[in-house]
C-alpha cells in the first residue's frame, strides 16, 4: 500500500476479485463514513438471476457516479470507464488467488447452509455456487491485470490509487481512514507503492 496519510476522498471504487473482500471493506468503510454505499451485483441481477439490460445498468451506474459522495464495489467492465472517471479514490484487492478460493467456497456454503438472501432476493444453489467457482477460478489472472492497468492509468492523473495485498495494509487502511463527505477531493495522490504478498 502507499503512504496512508489518513483522508480516503469522497468518491471510493473497490475492485478486486471475487473473495477478496470487496463486501466486507465497503461495509467496514461505509460504517466509518457518512457515504452512501452501492453494490454492483445489487444493480446488476434481478431476481431469479436475471441480468439487467446492459444500457440500462450503465445508466444506473452513471446516476450514481454523478453524486458528490459514494463508496462503490465491484467490476464490471462495461461501466469501468464512468467510474474510473468519477472515483477520486480507487483501491484495489490483490490477494493470492488459493485465499480468494477458499473465501468464495466457504461463503457459498454458509449462504447455502443459512439460506441467505443475496441481491433482489436471489439465493445460491449447488449449480450457481459451483459455476460461480469455475468462472472466478478462469478469471482471476484476467481480472487481477485489469486492476493494475486501471491503478497504472488513472495514478498519474490525481486519483488516489492504493493496493492491499496483505492483512496488515488492510488493518492500516482502516485505521486510517477518513471518508467524510469532501475530503482529500483537491488533494489525493497517487498511492501506488506495493509491498509484501499475503
Known amino acids: 500500500m502507499g503512504d496512508g496519510d489518513g483522508a480516503l476522498g469522497s468518491r471510493i471504487w473497490i475492485v478486486g476479485p471475487p473473495g477478496s473482500g470487496k463486501s466486507t471493506l ?3 468503510l461505509h460504517r466509518r463514513s457518512a457515504l452512501p454505499l452501492h453494490e454492483l451485483d445489487q444493480l446488476f441481477w434481478q431476481p431469479g438471476w436475471r441480468k439487467t439490460d446492459e444500457r440500462e445498468f450503465q445508466a444506473a451506474v452513471a446516476r450514481i457516479a454523478e453524486e458528490d459522495g ?12 464512468v467510474l474510473a472517471a468519477a472515483a477520486d479514490t ?6 493470492r488467488s488459493r485465499t480468494a ?3 468464495m467456497v466457504r461463503r457459498s456454503v454458509r449462504h ?4 441467505h438472501v443475496l ?9 450457481k455456487a459451483v459455476g460461480f467457482w469455475w468462472w472466478a477460478l478462469r478469471s482471476y489472472s484476467g481480472i487481477r491485470q485489469q486492476n ?5 492509468r488513472l495514478s498519474p492523473h490525481g486519483t488516489r490509487c492504493i493496493c492491499v495485498r496483505t492483512s496488515a495494509e488492510w488493518d492500516r487502511l482502516l ?24
Open 26 to 28: 465497503a461495509r467496514a
Open 70 to 81: 459514494w463508496i462503490i464495489e465491484g467490476q464490471y467492465p462495461s461501466v469501468h470507464p
Open 90 to 95: 480507487l483501491i484495489q484487492l490483490d490477494i
Open 101 to 103: 478460493f477458499i473465501r
Open 112 to 115: 447455502m447452509l443459512h439460506r
Open 119 to 127: 441481491c433482489n432476493g436471489n439465493r445460491e444453489g449447488p449449480l
Open 148 to 152: 493494475e492497468a486501471l491503478l497504472n
Open 175 to 198: 485505521a486510517g481512514s477518513d471518508t467524510r463527505p469532501g475530503t482529500n477531493r483537491t488533494t489525493s495522490r497517487p498511492m501506488t507503492e506495493r509491498k509484501g504478498i499475503v
